[in-house]
């Protein structure tokens, strides 16, 4: 009897344990999208299975959670009802934003397909003039001086990601990536991050005579880019095609592309079509709402809303901006970007959040990307700065261990906190290399994107790479089939001392070639020589065969892809170069170059006839 009690006991907490682990919880905080207030009273629920919570006073949520109830429904009177999908027991925190019922973001809704718009006693278009009338009260280079501190954060993640995807194909066999998945709350689709990179840095201005310069002061990249050598280079590049945007200036550069401003002081007017919605509270102060959308949806213009404030300064209080899907953006699918401005004690209004998402797809066949930017500004001031800040060269400065901050650095110049995925990078990148034959396929990779095959690892970074790739098979009509080993330093050897070489033979002519290089940089160099602004002495020798037009070619004459030529070139010489050369450049882009050389040709081939 007593051994049935002891059963019937471990049996009833088994089901207890069993009850725990299957009914997990969802919470977090329902906050409206314009003014970031919680709401409360707002119904969470399953639809149709009767389950469900309400958010209380500060708009905090839980609800239970079970295996194939995967869309959570959001709703509450003046707000549009939002389904939301998750993942049931991986989504455990889930903070959602309500945009009001009146706010409607559709383009044809504000653009109705047969209208007819004037701009002749617009109450819309005059209040756009005046909101353009009044822009340079807040242009901060009205200012003799000023100075900020920004913080920018680029997530780069795989878009559209759902579970069923990740158990089929080659992602069958990484089943950790499910742990990576985290919702996007703007776009409402799974998404899993694969890089970031963030930036903390000072800007500072001086009006007379101009000058600014931004001070970077802590730099960090994980995720995929720690994996390659060009991770800084892709950053750089994501930074430049996701510019920053100043509604402010008359044209925005972006994605590569030319956009006008919806309060262009020249086109603004002429160019889009303004609506006045309503008038609403943005973090308590009275705003017009209107909506703008360009005259043909084809232009490169932004459709997207205005909040200005209610009184004589006409000041831009939120600005929300969108690409149109008619716009013809190579890769672009999507792009939202979202401002918001404060006003500072003096009673400068001043930028202070500055949101991008951009949803692209390079080809059908491949997974989508999600880019986000996540930029805030703060510590606004317009004191006199010292001279000596802006004697230092280069518009971006970067402080010495910019690279090496830890995390009591970042707790203090990270506003924004990472989310746990983007948190987890690192763990993420071990998880990946751990997996059977990974480190082959990175070789690969690294060989195709790089161009060069690293010798080092990530604890002792290489400090001799091999390439250029494409260079090591090559042809032409002296060598015939010609095989060439090339490799060079890397400032992890010495950042200011570069060598550099190759040998190379001809099955044809039976003949070796080789060029052998040293560069010495005068000033301290990250990984290469080659890096911005160059102030260094080379000196080379080489020996090789190559036609009169090779030294116009911006690429190496022996890359692969152009020994494919529709026609024989068969004019050639063997050419012996000696050179001394010294290059300068300035940080303004003016560069100096003074070259000795020796050079004797060998003519073969056509031209020994």
Not at 228 to 247: H, W, Y
Not at 442 to 461: Q, S, W
Request: charged share 25%; hydrophobic share 35%; glycine share 4%.
């Amino acid at each position: 009897m007593k051994t049935k009690y002891i059963k019937s006991f471990l049996l009833f907490l088994l089901l207890g344990c069993c009850v725990s682990v299957s009914a997990q919880n969802i919470q977090g905080v329902v906050t409206d999208s314009l003014t970031n207030e919680p709401i409360p009273y707002l119904s969470v629920f399953y639809e149709g299975k009767g389950v469900g919570s309400i958010t209380d006073n500060d708009g905090n949520y839980k609800v239970e959670t079970r295996k194939g109830w995967n869309k959570l429904t959001f709703s509450a009177v003046g707000y549009v009802t939002k389904v939301v999908n998750i993942i049931p027991g991986v989504t455990k925190n889930l903070n959602v934003r309500m945009r009001s019922d009146d706010i409607m973001l559709d383009e044809v809704v504000v653009k109705p397909k047969r209208e007819k718009y004037s701009r002749k006693n617009n109450p819309a278009v005059e209040l756009m003039k005046k909101v353009i009338a009044h822009k340079k009260n807040n242009k901060l280079s009205e200012n003799d001086y000023y100075q900020y501190n920004k913080y920018q954060k680029i997530t780069m993640s795989l878009n559209d990601v759902t579970p069923e995807m990740l158990e089929k194909g080659m992602y069958k066999k990484m089943p950790f990536l499910k742990d990576q998945i985290e919702l996007c709350e703007e776009t409402n689709k799974f998404i899993l991050p694969i890089s970031v990179d963030e930036t903390a840095s000072q800007k500072i201005y001086r009006k007379h005579p101009k000058s600014e310069k931004t001070l970077i002061k802590g730099m960090s990249s994980t995720g995929v880019n720690e994996l390659f050598a060009t991770g800084d280079m892709l950053s750089t590049v994501l930074k430049d095609v996701f510019t920053d945007v100043n509604i402010y200036d008359n044209d925005i550069r972006l994605l590569q592309y030319p956009f006008i401003s919806p309060i262009s002081s020249s086109d603004a007017i002429s160019f889009y079509k303004f609506y006045i919605m309503d008038t609403t509270f943005v973090d308590k102060d009275k705003c017009f709402h209107l909506t703008f959308v360009p005259n043909n949806s084809q232009d490169f213009g932004f459709t997207g809303h205005l909040y200005v404030l209610a009184d004589s300064s006409y000041t831009v209080k939120k600005c929300t901006m969108n690409l149109p899907k008619k716009s013809g953006v190579n890769f672009v699918d999507n792009m939202d970007i979202i401002q918001e401005f404060e006003q500072l004690p003096n009673g400068e209004w001043v930028l202070k959040t500055d949101d991008m998402i951009v949803e692209m797809t390079l080809m059908k066949i491949m997974q989508g990307f999600q880019i986000r930017r996540t930029t805030r500004y703060s510590d606004y001031a317009f004191d006199e700065l010292p001279q000596q800040l802006f004697k230092r060269k280069g518009a971006e400065i970067k402080e010495a261990d910019a690279m090496m901050r830890g995390d009591d650095f970042w707790n203090q110049y990270r506003p924004v906190p990472l989310t746990q995925t983007e948190s987890s990078m690192d763990m993420l990148v071990k998880r990946l290399e751990q997996m059977p034959g990974f480190k082959y396929v990175i070789f690969v990779l690294k060989a195709f994107i790089e161009n060069f095959v690293e010798t080092g690892t990530k604890e002792h970074p290489s400090k001799v790479d091999i390439g250029p790739v494409n260079t090591m098979i090559s042809n032409n009509y002296i060598d015939g089939l010609r095989l060439r080993m090339s490799a060079q330093t890397t400032a992890n050897l010495n950042p200011h001392l570069f060598l550099k070489g190759y040998y190379a033979y001809g099955f044809k002519d039976h003949r070796s070639k080789y060029m052998g290089e040293v560069e010495y940089s005068f000033n301290k160099k990250e990984y290469l020589p080659r890096e911005f602004p160059k102030n260094s002495i080379t000196f080379s020798y080489q020996y090789d065969v190559m036609s009169p037009t090779d030294k116009f070619l911006k690429t190496d004459k022996d890359n692969v892809f152009v020994s494919f030529k529709t026609s024989t070139v068969d004019q050639m010489s063997y050419v012996r170069n000696i050179a001394l050369k010294y290059e300068n450049e300035t940080q303004f882009g003016l560069k100096t170059t003074v070259e000795v050389k020796n050079s004797k040709d060998e003519p073969t081939g056509g031209l020994a006839i």
